[in-house]
C-alpha cells in the first residue's frame, strides 16, 4: 500500500537531520534581491500567453493573539482598523497583477492564509472577494478549490455561512493540542467545543474538505496526553490531517523565545508522540501521505498519489502543481513558470510600495536548466516515493546515472542503510523510509551546503 509505513527508531535517529520542507527546490533560502518586478511582468506575459490555469495566494497577516509557537509572518494586534489600509493595498496589488493576465484564465484554487484571515470583519470579506472576482477568472461552480485557514476562536456559525456564500469549499482549522495546559504554555487557550461547533458548522453547509492542523514537540506535551488529543480529532474525521513537529528555534523567531526550553519534551518523547500518532491515525483509516500529512483514502490527495498526479508547491501537497501560483500580500511567494518571486515581509515596505504605485517584489529566483532537473526529481519522491530515471531522462534528454553520478555513493549508503532500493531503473522510497524521504531529497539539492542548516526545521 501506499501509505505503509516501517517504524524504525535506529535509523530516524540516525537520519533526524536539519533540512528543507521542500515546498520548492530552489528552496525560499535561495532566494536573492536581484529578482524584482521586471521579472515577474516577464513571468506574467509568458503565462498569459500559454493561458495556464492560477492558483492564487492571499496572504492577511492579522492575528488578536499572538501565539508563542508560531514562525507564520504575523501582525499582532487588537485594533481591527489596521486592517483598512493593509486591504486598500491589497486590493491595488490585485489590480497591477490582474491587468498582466488573460481574463480567460481560470483560478482552479484560491487559498487564503495568515496570520488569521477570519481578523477580517464580514464586510471587509465581502469586499475583498468582490475585488478578486472583478480582476480574476474565479469560478462560481463551486468547482474549484477554494480554501481558508480559520482560527476556531475567531469563526461562528454566521462567519462559516458567509464563507460559503463567498465561494469557499475547504476550511484549514489550527488546533495544534487540546491539553490546557499546554495551551497556556503557548498562549493559545482554545476548547474542543469551539473546534467541533466550527466543524458541524462547515459540513452541514457543505464545505467540501476539512484539515486540522496539530503540533508535536510543545512545552509541556507528554506521549499520553497527545494521544488523547489525537483520539479526540479522529472522533471530529477530518478529511486530512497535518501533524507537524515544532521547531523550536527562538534565535530566529522572536515569539518563541516566551517558551520555557525546559518544558519542552525530550527527543525521545516526540518520537513516542509520532509514532503513537500514526499507529492511532493509520488504525483510524488515515493514509501517510508524506511529509507529516495524511487524509482519508477517498480524499483528492490520497486519490491523486494513487493515480500518481499528486503535486507539491507552497501550500504543501497539492493536485494543482501545474497552475502559475500567484501570491498576494506582505511576504507572499510566487511560482510562475520557472520564476520564484517574494513580496517584502515588512508591512510598512509592502505598503508603502504599493501607495507608489509599485508593486512590493523585494527577491526571488529563475530556475536554472539544473534546477528544473532536479526539482522535478525531488518532487517525485516526495510525492510519490519512487523514481524511474526514464521519466526524467526523457522530460530533460539527460543520462541518469551519469547526470547524478557525483550523488550515487550517497544513494548506495541509503540503499544499504533500508531507506531506498536503488537499482539502474528506479529508486523506491522504503516503507522505513518514508519518514525520512527529506533525507533522501536532500541528497539531490545542490544548495544545502551553502548555508546553515539551523534555517531548516529536523526531519523529524
Not at 467545543?193 to 486540522?212: D, P
Not at 482519508?296 to 497552475?323: K, M, S, V, W
Request: aromatic share 8%; with cysteine.
Amino acid at each position: 500500500m501506499l501509505d505503509a509505513i516501517r517504524w524504525d527508531t535506529d535509523l530516524i535517529r540516525r537520519y533526524d537531520l536539519a533540512g528543507p520542507r521542500y515546498t520548492s527546490y530552489p528552496t525560499a533560502a535561495q532566494f536573492h534581491g536581484q529578482v524584482g518586478t521586471f521579472d515577474l511582468f516577464h513571468a506574467l506575459r509568458d503565462s498569459r500567453k500559454a493561458l495556464r490555469p492560477i492558483s492564487l495566494y492571499v496572504h492577511i497577516p492579522f492575528c488578536a493573539n499572538i501565539c508563542y509557537y508560531c514562525a507564520c509572518n504575523k501582525v499582532i494586534t487588537k485594533d481591527r482598523s489596521r486592517a483598512l489600509p493593509y486591504l486598500q493595498r491589497l486590493e491595488q496589488e490585485i489590480q497591477l497583477i490582474a491587468c498582466h493576465l488573460d481574463p480567460t484564465q481560470k483560478v482552479e484554487q484560491l487559498h487564503f492564509g495568515g496570520g488569521t484571515p477570519t481578523f477580517l470583519n464580514h464586510d471587509e470579506l465581502r469586499q475583498l472577494m468582490a475585488h478578486l472576482r472583478r480582476h480574476f477568472n474565479l469560478l462560481d461552480d463551486d468547482s474549484g478549490d477554494y480554501g481558508i485557514e480559520i482560527d476556531p476562536r475567531e469563526a461562528d456559525w454566521s462567519t462559516m455561512g458567509l464563507l460559503r456564500e463567498l465561494g469557499f469549499n475547504r476550511v484549514s482549522i489550527g488546533l495544534q493540542d487540546l491539553d490546557p495546559a499546554v495551551q497556556r504554555a503557548v498562549n493559545r487557550l482554545q476548547s474542543l467545543e469551539e473546534t467541533r461547533a466550527v466543524i458541524e458548522a462547515a459540513r452541514t453547509l457543505q464545505f467540501r474538505s476539512i484539515n486540522i492542523d496539530l503540533i508535536y514537540g510543545l512545552p509541556k506535551q507528554t506521549p499520553e496526553h497527545f494521544a488523547r488529543t489525537v483520539a479526540e480529532v479522529i472522533n471530529l474525521q477530518p478529511d486530512r490531517l497535518s501533524v507537524f513537529n515544532y521547531a523550536h528555534l527562538p534565535e530566529r523567531f522572536m515569539p518563541q523565545r516566551r517558551i520555557n526550553s525546559h518544558e519542552l519534551p525530550t527527543p525521545t518523547q516526540k518520537l513516542e508522540m509520532l509514532q503513537r500518532t500514526i499507529e492511532q491515525l493509520t488504525a483510524a483509516g488515515y493514509r501517510y501521505i508524506g511529509m507529516d500529512h495524511f487524509a482519508l483514502p477517498d480524499d483528492e490527495l490520497a486519490i491523486a498519489q494513487e493515480e500518481l498526479t499528486l503535486q507539491r508547491n507552497f501550500q504543501g501537497y497539492t493536485t494543482h502543481g501545474h497552475c502559475d501560483l500567484i501570491g498576494l500580500g506582505v511576504s507572499a511567494i510566487s511560482q510562475i513558470g520557472d520564476l520564484y518571486c517574494q513580496n517584502s515581509s515588512d508591512l510598512n515596505q509592502y505598503q508603502n510600495a504599493l501607495a507608489t504605485g509599485q508593486l512590493a517584489t523585494s527577491r526571488g529566483l529563475l530556475c536554472t536548466a539544473d534546477d528544473r532537473v532536479r526539482r522535478a526529481v525531488i518532487q517525485q519522491l516526495i510525492c510519490h516515493f519512487e523514481l524511474p530515471f526514464s521519466q526524467i531522462e526523457q522530460a530533460f534528454n539527460i543520462d541518469f546515472r551519469g547526470y547524478f553520478a557525483d550523488v550515487w555513493p550517497q544513494l548506495q549508503t541509503l540503499a544499504n542503510d533500508g531507506l531506498i532500493e536503488l537499482d539502474n531503473q528506479r529508486i523506491t522510497v522504503l516503507p522505513a523510509g518514508r519518514l525520512l524521504v527529506r533525507s533522501v531529497c536532500m541528497v539531490f539539492d545542490a544548495y544545502l551546503q551553502q548555508h546553515d542548516r539551523q534555517r531548516f526545521s529536523r526531519v523529524i
